[in-house]
């Protein structure tokens, strides 16, 4: 789900951020920051930006839809009370 080049993009960075006394380590802890974020942001439930704009959509058009039906619904009840008047 996520770009492999983002996580370890950030995994590199972290490793960076390593005092230079820890160069020795600096490897590892590469690593270690990548499976760390790789199982942290793979426990989280997000979905991409592209299925995000397609449920956005599809959200767009049922609420347009109902609305129709409400309207519909609303003349069908105004036009039976109409009707019960005569």
Same mark, same amino acid.
């Not at 770009?3 to 690593?31: F, H, W, Y």
């Given at each position: ?25 600096? %490897? /590892? #802890? $590469? &690593? ?5 974020? !790789?199982?942290? @942001?793979? *426990?989280?439930? +997000? ?19 109902? %609305? /129709? #039906? $409400? &309207? ?5 009840? !105004?036009?039976? @009370?109409? *009707?019960?008047? +005569?």
């Amino acid at each position: 789900m996520f770009d492999t080049k983002i996580i370890d993009d950030i995994a590199s960075r972290l490793a960076s951020a390593v005092p230079p006394s820890l160069n020795n380590l600096k %490897e /590892d #802890l $590469e &690593k270690n920051f990548h499976a760390i974020l !790789q199982s942290v @942001l793979g *426990k989280l439930d +997000l979905v991409t930006r592209e299925e995000f704009e397609v449920q956005k959509m599809v959200l767009a058009k049922t609420r347009s839809k109902l %609305e /129709d #039906l $409400e &309207k519909r619904i609303a003349d069908f009840e !105004q036009d039976t @009370l109409s *009707k019960e008047e +005569l």
